[in-house]
């Protein structure tokens, strides 16, 4: 199992990120296909002791996939028989749109992180649902009774102003809430120019309320909603939002998504600055994830699911986010640098965790 860190340096270290990962997801994908995905799915399947139910979902265990890995749906089933409890797929805008010019993904090995400033490059709301409504089929097919659990993350299409922004998340939210498991609006990312700025309640409760209603309606169901945040905000932005998540009865927070700081890295500081712009995500970020995790548990009491990521790397970066208050938690940059068999490694070592509090 852990073969695969001598072959990324071999092969995959000297690559371009986003090429490598093209390659990557494509020999995914391609094993999902083949006889090789039945027996993983036998092999990497969590045990039934780690089935958890957050916002009245039952997930296969408590650690999935994280935005960004699989932006547009190609991949869901795939992902799913490496072991991961659920896949959030995105982040997927209203309109089409090729994203940020190239390069765009850098690694910082080092440090064990990732900077990019992919820009939501994605085909767009009504191309993906067909794939997410065929990996919903095969996810039912696959794995009866408790399925591998999709999550749908939303944003905002570059081209569109700010002040059109509920009007173009309604689109995705109408295209894609009937598919979903539970929803995500991506108020967070550093790449998307004045994205941000929704996050001030003052934005942001117009927005969800917008998004919610569009969902409900779409699906004909209770879709539940989370938002996702920025690691960035200060502690009393932290609380406003949990503030504001309770008044309007949300399903849930997502924290965090990347950073824009640059602190506490061992790569060489020339380096960093070459990588230019973008959001930092990894090893670095896990102080700060724990501890934003931490005060929104605070915040918002016991009423909200909070779905930790930043930093996630093993069992026990697993252990301490659910201890903290976390009901789930997600990783992506460390399933870059650990491969396929990261997810079910870390199933395996929470079945009988010592410092799992059940």
Known sequence: MRIYPAFFRVVFSGMDPERAHRIGFRLIRWTGRTPVGGVLRRITAPSTELQTTAFGVTFPSPFGLAAGFDKEGHGVAALADLGFGHVEIGTITGQAQPGNPKPRLFRLVEDRAVINRMGFNNDGAAA??????????????????????????????????????????????????????????????????????????????????????????SADRHVPLLVKIAPDLSDDDIDEVAALALELKLDGIIATNTTVTREGLTTNPETVVACGVGGLSGAPLKARSLEVLTRLRHAAGP??????????????????????????????????????????SINRALRNHPRLKR
């Open 303 to 344: 009423e909200l699911a909070l779905i930790s990521v930043g930093g996630v790397e093993t069992a026990d970066d697993v252990v301490d986010r659910l201890n903290a208050g976390a009901n789930l938690v997600q990783g992506y940059t460390a399933f870059l640098y650990e491969g396929p068999f990261w997810a079910s």
């Open 128 to 217: 993906v649902a067909p794939r997410i409504a065929a990996a919903r089929r095969t996810l039912e097919r696959r794995y009866p009774p408790v399925r591998p659990v999709i999550g749908v993350n939303i944003g905002k299409t570059k081209t569109v102003d700010l002040r059109d922004a509920v009007a173009d998340y309604r689109i995705s939210a109408t295209a894609l809430a009937p598919l979903a498991d539970y929803l995500v609006v991506n108020v967070s990312s550093p790449n998307t120019p004045g994205l941000r700025l929704l996050q001030s309640v003052r934005s942001l409760r117009p927005l969800l309320k917008a998004v919610r209603k569009a969902a409900d309606e």
